[in-house]
């Protein structure tokens, strides 16, 4: 039952060869076993495949079944249409198409296989190019609220500046009235004299154009704050809202990118695995020497090329023979006078009808 699938799978003739050896037969159920196996390797790969693309196990495998039927097709069609031949010449210049289209099978199947295989570290790197885009992705959002904070910045520390500058102000003129008072400066007289008063006037004057000035500056310095906050959200939704197409980027073509820059000869031999699986069916033919399969096939195809020349030769005769008897019977019916005398009858009474019916359009227009 199972030698029976096997055959079948590899496209051989099953009429020809239940009639062959057991040997030959087993050949062919190993050709058809390949066919098979790749088929199912094609349906795994393309399942994972589509498996990161739709990340849904169900349109995976269903998506994924109908590509290892498309390539046990093609590879089923691929080997029962390698015929032998007398020259091995002949069969590799045969087979050269088939073997360039085994080869992108190969590449198609090994990929995503590559993919599974390598997973830990293609996640490796695509961990590293994601932490790599989340800090370009903060540092591009930044640009556009950078200006906008350091603005503000500047606006506070000007605000703390004339709040230092008004209190080194109040201060001078705190130890110029002292120094009045002590009689350091000024008048040198000792006491709280009219010179003291103005000077200390004149100081807490200063003193209160502080409080205000600290009061004013203080109530700007917190708007600037609540809208330098307000910045500092708005920059923090933008990267959240960003962040989850950065953590989605592992999708197929990134996977593929992340698998191309691990080193490349694992992968290499990977597909060299692959690539050997897909076209051992093919080179089995070219390699084998021609079998008893191979010559009753060549018998029935032989034998039906001569039945379907031997018909054609027989059409062409009969065609020719038809066009001779037809000349001869054209050439009798030439000479006779009776047949000449009807034509010339029904000529003449036609150019009468047509000439009467000029004559009555011509009459008609005038």
């Not at 039945?307 to 065609?319: A, D, G, I, M, P």
Request: glycine share 4%; hydrophobic share 40%.
């Amino acid at each position: 039952m199972l030698k029976r699938f096997f055959i079948i799978c590899s496209g051989a003739d099953t009429t020809i060869l239940d009639n062959c050896s057991n040997g030959e037969q087993n050949k062919y159920a190993g050709i058809g076993a390949t066919v098979f196996f790749t088929a199912v390797m094609a349906f795994v790969a393309a399942t994972y495949a589509l498996y990161t693309v739709f990340d849904n196990y169900y349109t995976s495998v269903f998506f994924g079944l109908i590509w290892g039927l498309l390539i046990f097709n093609l590879d089923r069609f691929i080997v029962s249409t390698i015929k032998k031949k007398d020259s091995f010449i002949d069969e590799l210049l045969q087979a050269s198409p088939r073997i360039v289209l085994a080869i992108i099978i190969a590449v198609v199947i090994a990929k995503p296989l590559e993919l599974k295989i390598f997973e830990k570290e293609i996640d490796r790197v695509l961990l590293e190019q994601k932490n790599d885009f989340t800090l370009a992705n903060k540092e591009q959002i930044a640009t556009q609220y950078n200006p906008a904070i350091t603005a503000i910045d500047t606006e506070i520390d000007n605000l703390k500046r004339e709040v230092e500058n008004k209190e080194n102000e109040v201060n001078s003129l705190y130890d110029t009235y002292i120094a009045e008072a002590e009689g350091r400066e000024g008048t040198k007289l000792l006491g709280k004299g009219p010179v003291y008063k103005e000077k200390r006037e004149k100081h807490d004057v200063a003193l209160a154009e502080l409080s205000d000035l600290k009061k004013a500056n203080s109530e700007k310095a917190i708007a600037l704050e609540a809208k330098k906050n307000e910045l500092a959200l708005e920059y923090e939704g933008k990267v959240e809202d960003s962040q989850p197409i950065i953590d989605n980027f592992d999708g197929l073509m990134a996977r593929i990118n992340a698998l191309d820059e691990l080193p490349w000869l694992p992968s290499f031999f990977i597909f060299l695995l692959f690539l050997a699986i897909e076209t051992s069916p093919i080179f089995a033919k070219l390699l084998a020497p021609k079998g008893e399969y191979d010559f009753k096939l060549s018998d029935l195809e032989g034998e039906i090329k001569t039945w379907v020349s031997q018909k054609e030769n027989q059409r062409r005769v009969v065609l020719d023979t038809d066009h001779a008897i037809n000349d001869k019977v054209y050439k009798d019916l030439e000479e006779e006078e009776e047949l000449y005398a009807y034509k010339k009858k029904i000529a003449r009474e036609m150019m009468k009808k047509q000439q009467d019916t000029f004559y009555k359009r011509q009459t008609g227009i005038l």
